[in-house]
Every structure is written in structure tokens, then in C-alpha cells.
């Protein structure tokens, strides 16, 4: 919603879309639903509401907000869940900001939402993806592999990376994109571990998929399951477990066309 | 080698450059924990426990962060449990389901469902243990503050 539309609605209203967008970017950006909570109650502390409640579903926020005798309810639509700390972070000390300087309008805390919004990566794209390789060799180092299996699991890792990446920002099925990667990842790091001749041939190849492990979705979904959000909760294990099968599929795929056999 | 991953996937996460650092060595303190848990003090010990013990050093270690630093304790707390993620076992579990999948039905191998059981059983006991890890300075410290 604009700005000069924004200005148009209710003051009750303007406070209920403001709390509504601050809770789809936390969902959005990696924000488990106890999270959405607080933050969202801190936020309506802000502006002195009567009444309060939020709705948290995986892909959907319900917001209701009381001032008076006027009551508004409205419900937002959450895209796809991927992983940002730095705007969560952003956004928590907004909030703690605003708190501590006394009062704000729902428009001003509706610029400062939309600028967290729009703020940039921070970080560019090669060292993302240099870092990523990194990771993986170091989870196959932690699993026992050589150095040359850390070397082949590494670029193996990069490149499945960057694949997925191109892929997502073309709009492939999520799914997709993880099936590509791992079967890119798995296939490189297992040429290049044949080529270098290591000693932990496995170790490289199964390590190299790893980045796709949907690490933060999965501790949410627990988390959330441990805290009463069994809705949420089940729907986002769902996820995680179908990520896991695409990843399995592409390992698999990549394994019968390099001719190992890993695990029987 | 564990910091070197936390502060890949902490990269991956987009963490802000100025806690880097500490969710690093929270990766590193994590996983060293559990190594020295199993291989000094208990060898006995489930992954799991091990795992939850570990992953509440962490979340302790980053409650102290968070309060220095002002910035929500999870920044420190979940790339440094990520490292801890029982991704092999879980890969390795869905390859042997897959494999019991493919099998004729008359060549079923109960050896292969128990595998696959046990593999399922420790990844799944090993991730509610790491939530329940970092979550515990919150359910020790802020008991009484209220849910929405």
C-alpha cells in the first residue's frame, strides 16, 4: 500500500496495516511464530491499542486491533519463507528504538518498515557463495575427509550454490531449484574427488549438499511445535521433511549417473 | 572447521557483519562442547543429550551476547546450532527409506527397517534437542512473561 493511500485510512486502521506488515516481514525472513508475538505486541504498545491479536498460519497473518470502540481486523498474505536475520535484527531494534524515544505515528513506522524492506543484501553475492563452499568443507572436514576431499566438496558445494541461486531468481519451483543444486553439487564434488584421487571419497560428496539443509526452517518448525503452534508448526515440518526428499533425489540421481555406489 | 561453517551459514542467513564474529565462535563453542562431552566426560552418552547440553551453552552464551550486544539472542544462538544439525544422519535416513521403498515386497529386510527407524529416531530426538537446547535460558529466565 502507498504512502498517500496509507494516510487516507482510519488511525485505528493505519495502526492494524503498520503491525500487519511488520509480522509478514518477520514470517518472511526466518522469524519463528513466538517471535511474531512479541515483537508485534511490543509494536502495539507503541500506540496505546485497547485490544489485541494476532493470528500466526504459515502462510498468513491475521492482525486485530482495538482503540476505543473501534475494531479492526485484517489478514495478510505471507510469501514464500526464506531466511534474512539482518532485517529481523533491523526491525527488533526499530522497535526498541521507538520504544525508548516515546512516541511514534503509524507513518513514520511504516517508512521506517518499508526502508528495512527495501534495505539491500549485506553482503554480495561472491562472498555468499565462496563462504558457502567454505561451510561445507568444513562440515566435511568435521565428518573426517582430507584435505582434497575438503577442496573437491568445496567448489562442489559453490557451484550448486550459484545454480540454485540463478534458478530461484528465474522463478523455478523452490523444489526444483533444491533438486538442481544438490544433484549439481553432488556431481562436481564427486568428479573432482575422483579426479584429485582422495582417500574419503564419500565424505566430500555427501557434505557438499549440506548447504541445502533447510537448517532455520527446521529449529523454527521444532520450536514452534514445542510452543503450542502445532498448526504452524506441522505445516513448516512438512516443508522441511519434502526439502529433505528433494535433496536425497538429487544426490541419488547423481550418484547413478557417476556410477558410486555410497551407502549400498 | 565448525566456526568456518557457523560463519558460512551465518553468512547464508545474512547475520549483520558486526555479530559475525560471535556467531562464529558460538559455532565453534557448540560443537566443540558436544565432541567433549562424548570424547572426555561421558562416552557413554546419547547424541542427544549430549547435543541438548551443548546446544544450552550455546543458547546461554548467546543470551550474555544479546544483553552486551542488543540484538536478539536467536542472531547467535541459531547459526551456532546449525553446525550441530544432524544432516548426514538425516540424509543417510531418507536414503535408506528410499531404499526400503524400492525393495520387491517379498525381498523386505526388517535389518533395513531398523536402521531406517534408529536414523530417523536420532535425527528427529537430535533437532528437538537443539530447540530445546537454545530455548532453555528463555524458559529459565523469562517464565513469567506473557504469550499474546
Redesign the interface.
Known amino acids: 500500500m502507498n504512502s498517500s493511500r496509507f494516510q487516507e485510512q482510519g488511525s485505528v486502521e493505519q495502526v492494524c496495516i503498520v503491525i500487519l506488515e511488520l509480522a509478514r516481514i518477520l514470517l518472511e525472513n526466518?522469524a519463528e511464530t513466538?517471535?511474531v508475538?512479541?515483537t508485534?505486541?511490543e509494536a502495539s504498545r507503541l500506540f496505546d491499542v485497547d485490544e489485541?491479536?494476532?493470528l500466526v498460519t504459515h502462510r498468513s497473518v491475521i492482525v486485530t486491533v482495538g482503540i476505543d470502540t473501534v475494531t479492526v481486523t485484517r489478514n495478510k498474505r505471507v510469501g514464500t519463507l526464506t531466511?534474512?536475520?539482518?532485517?529481523?535484527?533491523n526491525i527488533?531494534?526499530l522497535i526498541?528504538g521507538a520504544k525508548k524515544g516515546g512516541k511514534v505515528t503509524p507513518l513514520e513506522l511504516k517508512e521506517q518498515l518499508d526502508a528495512v524492506e527495501a534495505s539491500l543484501?549485506?553482503?554480495h553475492l561472491s562472498?555468499?557463495i565462496i563462504?558457502?563452499?567454505?561451510?561445507?568443507?568444513?562440515?566435511c572436514?568435521?565428518?573426517g575427509g582430507d584435505w582434497l576431499a575438503f577442496a573437491a566438496c568445496t567448489a562442489g558445494a559453490s557451484a550448486g550454490f550459484y545454480a540454485r541461486h540463478k534458478m530461484v531468481k528465474a522463478y523455478f519451483e523452490p523444489m526444483l531449484c533444491v533438486l538442481v543444486g544438490a544433484f549439481l553439487s553432488a556431481m562436481i564434488s564427486s568428479s573432482l574427488a575422483r579426479v584429485f584421487g582422495t582417500a574419503t571419497f564419500s565424505n566430500s560428496v555427501?557434505?557438499s549438499?549440506?548447504?541445502l539443509?533447510p537448517?532455520?526452517p527446521?529449529?523454527n518448525a521444532?520450536?514452534d511445535l514445542?510452543?503450542g503452534h502445532m498448526l504452524t508448526g506441522i505445516a513448516r515440518s512438512v516443508t522441511v521433511l519434502l526439502t529433505?526428499?528433494f535433496?536425497?533425489l538429487g544426490?541419488?540421481l547423481a550418484m547413478k549417473l557417476s556410477g558410486l555406489s555410497y551407502?549400498? | 572447521?565448525?566456526?568456518?561453517?557457523?560463519?558460512?551459514?551465518a553468512?547464508?542467513?545474512?547475520?549483520?557483519?558486526r555479530?559475525i564474529a560471535y556467531s562464529s565462535f558460538c559455532g565453534a563453542l557448540g560443537?566443540g562442547a558436544r565432541t567433549l562431552w562424548i570424547s572426555e566426560l561421558d562416552p557413554q552418552i546419547q547424541i542427544a543429550t549430549a547435543t541438548f547440553l551443548a546446544a544450552a551453552i550455546v543458547g546461554f552464551t548467546a543470551e550474555l551476547l544479546s544483553r552486551r550486544l542488543?540484538?536478539?539472542p536467536?542472531?547467535f544462538s541459531?547459526p551456532g546450532?546449525?553446525?550441530m544439525?544432524p544432516?548426514?544422519v538425516?540424509?543417510?535416513a531418507?536414503?535408506?527409506w528410499?531404499?526400503i521403498a524400492t525393495t520387491k515386497p517379498g525381498d523386505f529386510s526388517p535389518e533395513l527397517l531398523g536402521q531406517a527407524l534408529s536414523l530417523t529416531g536420532t535425527s528427529f530426538l537430535c533437532?528437538?534437542a537443539?530447540?530445546?537446547g537454545?530455548?532453555t535460558p528463555a524458559l529459565l529466565l523469562y517464565r513469567r512473561?506473557p504469550?499474546?
Do not use: D, W
Not at chain 1, 531466511?83 to 535484527?89: D, F, G, T
Not at chain 1, 563462504?131 to 562440515?139: D, I, K, N, Q, Y
Not at chain 2, 553468512?11 to 557483519?17: A, G, S, V
Open positions: 526466518g513466538r517471535r508475538f512479541e508485534t505486541r489485541f491479536n494476532v531466511v534474512n536475520l539482518s532485517k529481523v535484527a527488533s531494534s526498541a543484501q549485506p553482503y562472498v555468499i563462504m558457502v563452499g567454505l561451510a561445507c568443507g568444513g562440515f572436514r568435521i565428518a555427501a557434505a549438499v549440506l548447504y539443509v537448517g532455520i527446521m529449529i521444532v520450536s514445542l510452543k529433505a526428499v535433496v536425497a544426490l541419488i551407502y549400498g | 572447521m565448525a566456526a568456518l561453517a557457523a560463519v558460512g551459514f553468512i547464508l542467513f545474512r547475520t549483520p557483519l555479530v560443537v542488543r540484538v536478539p536467536s542472531l541459531v546450532v546449525i553446525p544439525v544432516g548426514g538425516m540424509f543417510h531418507i536414503v535408506v528410499l531404499k533437532l528437538c537443539l530447540v530445546l537454545i530455548a512473561r504469550e499474546v
